[in-house]
């Protein structure tokens, strides 16, 4: 089955920390997304990427950073964790294979304290 | 960022009823997905609906893509417990590069 990974299921952080969320898909797939989802707010594009070493910010890539120097990985870089933060971070992936629909990985529920 | 407009933010449903969702847009889409989120987990998708008046199921769920393209549906027949979930619709505009845009999803719950 293919796959979306996410190295960690919970962190727990303490603030002005730098953290690093990674992401790995076994498809191929030049695309790949961060989000991050929050109560009401639904869904949040922070950072993308369509291809290796390149990135484009979403709706809100203030106090995120990214890197893609693999196709098949992509990491979330929070220079100096925050508070408002804490959220439920999920990344996906998307080809040609899949109709460009994404296939998310499970989330990395991230708390800084 | 443009969202998709879900609502209401939360449905509650009696086991065994059926349950329809709508998703709007002001914007003509090239593609419209379901998805659905079981809690602590990724979204998983449901159906993709590639073409204009398109009607496709998946077992007990059916969608159909708007023939304005502006618009989609989801519903469930014969709810039961594990249908519980925060339902999201997406779509894909026209240039946008395979970027989605989200609905902000409605949580289902589903009473036994």
């Known amino acids: 089955d293919v796959k979306v990974t996410q190295s960690s299921r919970y962190l727990v952080k303490r603030t002005g920390e730098k953290v690093f969320l990674e992401c790995v898909q076994d498809?191929?797939?030049?695309?790949m997304f961060w989000y991050r989802q929050d109560p009401g707010l639904g869904l949040r594009l922070i950072y993308f990427s369509y291809d290796v070493k390149m990135k484009e910010k979403g709706d809100i890539p203030e106090g995120y950073s990214v890197s893609r120097e693999k196709k098949e990985r992509f990491s979330l870089i929070l220079e100096s964790a925050s508070t408002n933060q804490t959220s439920m971070y999920l990344c996906a992936s998307s080809g040609w294979d899949r109709g460009y629909g994404y296939t998310f990985g499970s989330g990395t529920r991230l708390t800084v304290v | 960022g443009q969202q998709l407009n879900q609502s209401p933010q939360s449905m509650f449903i009696q086991e065994g009823e059926d349950v329809s969702m709508n998703c709007t847009s002001s914007s003509i889409f090239n593609t419209w997905l379901w998805y659905k989120q079981d809690p602590g987990e990724g979204p998983v998708l449901l159906i993709a609906?590639?073409?204009?008046?398109e009607l496709t199921s998946n077992g007990r769920l059916t969608a159909q893509f708007g023939i304005t393209r502006k618009d989609s549906f989801l519903n469930i027949s014969a709810s039961i417990p594990s249908d519980v979930g925060i339902y999201f619709c997406?779509?894909?505009?026209?240039?946008?590069?395979?970027?989605?845009?989200f609905g902000k999803g409605i949580t289902l719950s589903v009473r036994p």
């Open positions: 997406a779509g894909i505009l026209t240039g946008a590069n395979s970027k989605l845009t």
């Open positions: 498809m191929d797939h030049e695309n």
């Open positions: 609906l590639y073409k204009a008046g």
